[in-house]
């Protein structure tokens, strides 16, 4: 809704310039997504979750065997199990049951808490470098989402993306 309410409001200014003033006006056009998904800092962030997160996914997993192989234990033995023992066990098989419900919604909780810090670290460089290029090509107007059609000579994105790039290898 911002972002037509953004473009809306762009257009009626753009139309409203007299015909002379126009010809001097600079429009870009920027696919954010395009961008953000070539970029290289996004496949590196990517490599950089999944590392993190793999210890998560093999600690869930093993919790998961030791569930499996109780539980196999339980079956084969409750009927010559002692009363206690019986629901020592089962109590044992419940807790780790929830233990592992509790991993898991931790896990998820994380791993979006994680993309998000690094979707934001991503959409902030990239407006940096858009505000760059902005400078120094004299842009009026660089227009992202909510576009039905931008020309391919009014496309900046491989020039962003190859800042971007510039920017990666250089730190």
């Known amino acids: 809704m911002k972002a037509t309410t953004l473009l809306f409001a762009a257009l009626i200014t753009i139309l409203s310039i007299p015909k002379a003033a126009t010809a001097a006006l600079r429009i870009g056009y920027l696919d954010v997504t395009r961008v953000a998904e070539e970029s290289p ?19 869930l997993r093993n919790m998961a065997k030791q569930l499996q192989a109780k539980e196999r234990y339980f079956r084969r033995n409750a009927s010559i199990m002692s009363e206690s ?3 020592s066990m089962e109590r044992q098989i419940i807790a780790l049951r929830r233990k592992i419900q509790n991993s898991r919604g931790e896990y998820r909780d994380e ?20 505000k760059a290029l902005g400078k120094e090509g004299r842009y009026d107007l660089i227009l992202t ?25 250089s730190r």
């Open 111 to 130: 791993l979006s808490l994680r993309q998000n810090e690094e979707r934001t670290k991503l959409l902030r460089q990239i407006a940096e470098v858009v």
């Open 85 to 87: 023992k019986r629901k």
């Open 145 to 169: 989402e909510g576009v039905a059609y931008a020309n391919k000579s009014i496309d900046i994105s491989d020039q962003v993306l190859e800042r971007l790039k510039k920017n990666y290898r």
């Open 41 to 59: 800092q996004y496949k590196a962030a990517r490599r950089s979750l999944q590392t993190e997160l793999k210890r998560r996914e093999g600690d």
